[in-house]
């Protein structure tokens, strides 16, 4: 496994913007499906959203409309625009490409 080094998390009030980003080994843009997860204090850990090799995007219901799920081949690095941020957003955000895992980034959205 590769280790994949997150950035970006912070707090921030609601209705606020954050981007996420996760560097990872350049080798892996051509072969695996990417994907963040999260995971909420007493709640088990989420697929949030998923991009595919083709650039096929999905997003779980709640996020729709509001977080972008991107990804720079060349920069070897894959993004989460999150956009009107709501409290119910907070949790642990994880990325994750192929098997390897991000260390994770704290999310903390105040009403």
């Known amino acids: 496994q590769v280790q994949l080094v997150e950035s970006g998390g912070g707090s921030v009030q609601a209705g606020g913007s954050l981007t996420l980003s996760c560097v990872g080994p350049?080798?892996?843009?051509?072969?695996?499906?990417m994907a963040w997860y999260r995971q909420a204090p007493g709640k088990q850990r989420e697929l949030v959203a998923q991009?595919?090799?083709?650039?096929?995007?999905y997003y779980e219901g709640s996020v729709k409309g509001r977080f972008v799920v991107s990804r720079d081949a060349a920069k070897s690095t894959l993004y989460l625009q999150m956009n009107n941020l709501k409290p119910e957003d907070t949790a642990v955000y994880f990325c994750q490409i192929g098997p390897s895992w991000g260390q994770g980034t704290q999310v903390t959205v105040s009403a």
């Open positions: 350049g080798s892996a843009f051509n072969i695996y499906a």
């Open positions: 991009i595919t090799t083709l650039d096929g995007t």
